[in-house]
């Protein structure tokens, strides 16, 4: 009896451990999401559904070149909807800028990824709707060297994860646990991971 007695603390004590992480962890994520998710922003310039899109500046927000079929764009998030126009795009790379039109957006916090390593878990944060989407996943496989796009553009790091691609999650970013910018999703290479680009370089932003 008095073993199992034991037993059962010691079962008990692993349990309550882990729920502690478990929701440690979830309120770290869910803390992400409510924080960068008021930067993702959902982008209507397709003929079909929207896609999303993350604002790096007050004026200015980074999306998928695929999505923009149109020359009228709306950007939407948290009720607000804004018009927008095309400021640049690199279909070679899959990525466009665009220029928010009487308003502003926060701007999210921009990180090259540099710390990350494959295992890491990270956040893919979409807005194909009125509210901010998310799915968790780790890094499946980190690229530091340039990598050829299927357009033909050259990408300078690319980023596979196995969080899940739902549809209207192109152009939003992935984040790491601290709520920090590690990708943009472009295309998606298969049922599992996708291979994202980078935040645009510094001349294509100032245009």
């Known amino acids: ?15 309550e451990e882990h729920m502690g992480l478990s929701f440690d962890s979830s309120d770290t994520f869910a803390s992400v999401v409510e924080s960068t998710g008021r930067s993702v922003v959902r982008v209507e310039g397709g003929r079909s559904r929207p896609v999303s899109g993350l604002a790096i500046s007050a004026t200015q927000v980074v999306t998928v070149s695929h999505g923009l079929e149109r020359d009228e764009i709306v950007v939407g998030v948290e009720g607000v909807t804004l018009k927008a126009h095309l400021k640049g795009r690199d279909d070679s ?8 039109e009487g308003g502003e957006l926060p701007a999210a916090r921009l990180d090259d990824g540099g710390q990350l390593k494959v295992g890491h878990t990270v956040l893919r944060l979409a807005r194909p709707g009125e509210t901010v989407r998310a799915t968790t996943g780790i890094v499946s496989a980190l690229g530091k060297k340039s990598y050829r796009a299927a357009r033909g553009g050259e990408i300078d790091r690319y980023l596979e994860t196995d969080a899940a691609h739902l549809p209207g999650f192109s152009g939003g970013p ?7 910018l590690a990708r943009l999703h472009a295309r998606r290479t298969s049922s599992t991971a996708c291979t994202v680009s980078p935040a645009p370089p510094r001349s294509m932003r100032t245009g």
């Not at 992935?174 to 920090?180: E, K, Q």
């Open 174 to 180: 992935v984040v790491t646990s601290s709520g920090a």
């Open 1 to 15: 009896m008095e073993r199992m007695g034991v037993y059962g603390a010691l079962v008990e004590l692993h349990n």
């Open 93 to 100: 790379t899959d990525l466009a800028l665009l220029e928010l």
